[in-house]
């Protein structure tokens, strides 16, 4: 199984199809390393995250605490 920690588009290029762009891209990759599973993790606070997660066909799988850690200078 592959897994995509994380991906992310700054907040002014979101909506222009770049995630999805991304995650193809990562599907190919993994494709063309021998994967036929990928997995990912995403906080159900990050809705645009988890609409294009469900629309690429993913589905949950395991809902489990975690700690989002941010930090500003």
């Known amino acids: 199984t592959a897994h995509i920690p ?3 588009v700054a907040p002014e290029f ?3 199809g770049l995630g999805t ?3 193809a891209r990562g ?3 993994c494709l063309r390393q021998g994967f036929r599973e990928i997995s990912l993790t995403v ?3 990050n809705s645009g995250a ?4 469900e629309g690429l ?3 949950t799988f395991r809902i489990f605490g975690a700690f ?3 930090q500003t200078w």
């Open 6 to 8: 994380q991906i992310a």
């Open 14 to 16: 979101q909506g222009q």
């Open 21 to 23: 762009e991304m995650m």
């Open 27 to 29: 599907f190919d990759e």
């Open 43 to 45: 906080t159900d606070s």
């Open 50 to 53: 988890v609409r294009l997660y």
């Open 57 to 59: 066909g993913f589905q």
């Open 68 to 70: 989002v850690w941010n």
